[in-house]
């Protein structure tokens, strides 16, 4: 198992940037793949960047071009620089790691976006 322990998140004016931190308590490179979710009151936990062990990304197109996920293997750490940030951009974020036979979730950090 792993324990993901997510930070970086808070008010930031639309146009703004952010990163988000997601410190995990074993070596990442064990860990297929690590990403990031967001979600809303009344809405569906959505996709928002993943990175796999062997160091490939993929993007919602939502943040595609304002969104990169990297990671600092030496820190066990993985990390979403949001920039160009947008009122929609709002939401918790929650990060995540793909294991063999379960995905484990942050408890989430809180992102706000103002106009």
């Known amino acids: 198992q792993v324990q993901l322990v997510e930070s970086g998140g808070g008010l930031v004016q639309a146009g703004g940037s952010l990163r988000l931190s997601c410190a995990a308590s074993r070596n990442i490179l064990s860990i297929n793949a690590m990403g990031w979710s967001r979600q809303t009151p009344g809405k569906q936990r959505e996709f928002v960047a993943s990175?796999?062990?062997?160091?490939?990304?993929n993007y919602a197109d939502s943040v595609e071009g304002r969104s990169t996920i990297y990671r600092d293997i030496s820190r066990n750490t993985v990390y979403l620089q949001m920039s160009s940030l947008k009122p929609e951009d709002t939401a918790v974020y929650y990060c995540n790691a793909v294991l063999i036979s379960v995905t484990v979730w942050g408890q989430g950090t809180q992102v706000t976006v103002s106009s």
């Open positions: 990175i796999t062990s062997g160091g490939s990304t």
